[in-house]
C-alpha cells in the first residue's frame, strides 16, 4: 500500500513519515509505503484514480478530486490546526501579526495552500487585487519530470535569492529562512496570529477513499491506530523525530526536526471536530472549492473516532 504527502522535508506531515519509518504501519499488519507526490491536488488525483490508497496532506484539498466530499473521508488529524506560516524576508520592517505587510508584495506560496492565505487576508481586511498582493507559485517549486520538489525548503531558497518578497508554508521552510537570517516569521495561524476563524480552514490530516472504507475497514482502522501510534511515540521520545528524519532529510534539515516537533506536540491531536468541519466547509465556500454544507459524517469517517485517543490513553 502507499501513503502520498505533498512535502517530504517538512515537519507538517510529520506523524504520517513517523508511523511508516518507525514501523507503526508494519505493528498494525500493513506494508506500506511513503511517497511523496506535488502538489496536494496531484495527491487526491491519484487517491481518487486508484494508484494510493492513502493522502497525508491538507484536508480541505480533498476537495480538489473529490467534488462536495463525495468519494471520500477523514480518517484522523495528522495535527490541528492550519499549519502554515508567512515568512517575510528580513529586511522588510513589521511587526509579528501585522498580514498587512503583504500590500504591494508577492508572496510564493504552492497550488491549494495559497487559499488559505487568500482567505485569511481577506477576513482580516484585505482586498487582494486593490491591494496589490501577488500570491503565486514559488520560483522552481514547479515539478518537471525526474525532478522531487520539497516546497517548504525550496520557498525558504527563493526568498534568500531574493525572488519573492514572502513565502506562506510549512515550518521547515520557515525554519531554515529564519535560521539563514534570509527571514522573519509575520504570521504563525496556530499560535494566535490572523483573524481566529483562520485555525480551522484546514488541518494535516490522513485521508482515503469510501470505497477502502467500506470494503477494507479493517485496513482503514489500521491506519489510524498506525499515525495514533506515530504521535505518542514521538510525544514520548522527541529524539525518534532526528532518527526518522536522518533517513529522509538532509543533513540540514534533519538537525532541525527535533525543535519543530517539540514545537508541534501541542496539536498531536488525532481527533476531528464538528467545529472544524464547520469551520472547513465554510472556507471551502468563501473561497470557492465548496458549494453545499456536507454533514461532519460526510467528511469524516466517524466509526473510527474511537481509535482517535490512543490505547495507553483510553
Not at 50 to 72: N, Q, R, T, Y
Not at 86 to 104: P, Q, T
Not at 127 to 140: A, F, N, Q, S, W
Amino acid at each position: 500500500m502507499k501513503i502520498a504527502i505533498p512535502d517530504l522535508i517538512s515537519n507538517s506531515y510529520f506523524p504520517a513519515c513517523a508511523a511508516v519509518e518507525l514501523g507503526c504501519f508494519k505493528a498494525e499488519g500493513l506494508d506500506v509505503d511513503l511517497e511523496l507526490i506535488f502538489p496536494v491536488d496531484r495527491c487526491y488525483e491519484m487517491l481518487r484514480d486508484g494508484e494510493i490508497d492513502f493522502v497525508g496532506g491538507s484536508a480541505h484539498s480533498a476537495l480538489a478530486a473529490f467534488p462536495e466530499w463525495k468519494g471520500a473521508k477523514l480518517l484522523c488529524a495528522q495535527g490541528q490546526g492550519m499549519y502554515w506560516f508567512l515568512v517575510m524576508r528580513s529586511d522588510i520592517e513589521v511587526k509579528k501579526g501585522d498580514w498587512s505587510v503583504v500590500k504591494g508584495r508577492t508572496i510564493g506560496a504552492a497550488p491549494w495552500v495559497d487559499m488559505g492565505l487568500k482567505q485569511l487576508l481577506v477576513d482580516g481586511g484585505v482586498d487582494l487585487e486593490k491591494d496589490d498582493v501577488t500570491i503565486c507559485p514559488v520560483p522552481g517549486a514547479k515539478p518537471v519530470p525526474g525532478q522531487v520538489v520539497n516546497f517548504g525548503v525550496t520557498a525558504a531558497k527563493a526568498l534568500e535569492e531574493g525572488l519573492i518578497d514572502g513565502f506562506w508554508a510549512n515550518g521547515m521552510g520557515t525554519e531554515v529562512a529564519v535560521q539563514s537570517g534570509a527571514g522573519q516569521v509575520v504570521l504563525d495561524i496556530r499560535r494566535g496570529d490572523g483573524p481566529e476563524q483562520a485555525f480551522n480552514y484546514t488541518m494535516a490530516s490522513i485521508a482515503t477513499t469510501d470505497a477502502l472504507i467500506e470494503q477494507q475497514p479493517e485496513v482503514a482502522a489500521a491506519a489510524v491506530r498506525a499515525v495514533v501510534r506515530a504521535q505518542e511515540m514521538l510525544r514520548a521520545d522527541t529524539s525518534l523525530a532526528t532518527q526518522v528524519a536522518a533517513k529522509l532529510f538532509p543533513e540540514r534539515e534533519t538537525a532541525l526536526i527535533e525543535r519543530l516537533i517539540v514545537r508541534d506536540l501541542p496539536y498531536y491531536d488525532a481527533s476531528i471536530s464538528p467545529d472544524f468541519v464547520a469551520g472547513m466547509n465554510r472556507f471551502g465556500r468563501e473561497i470557492g472549492i465548496l458549494t453545499g454544507d456536507p454533514a461532519y459524517e460526510d467528511v469524516v469517517a466517524t466509526q473510527f473516532s474511537t481509535l482517535w485517543t490512543s490505547q495507553e490513553k483510553a
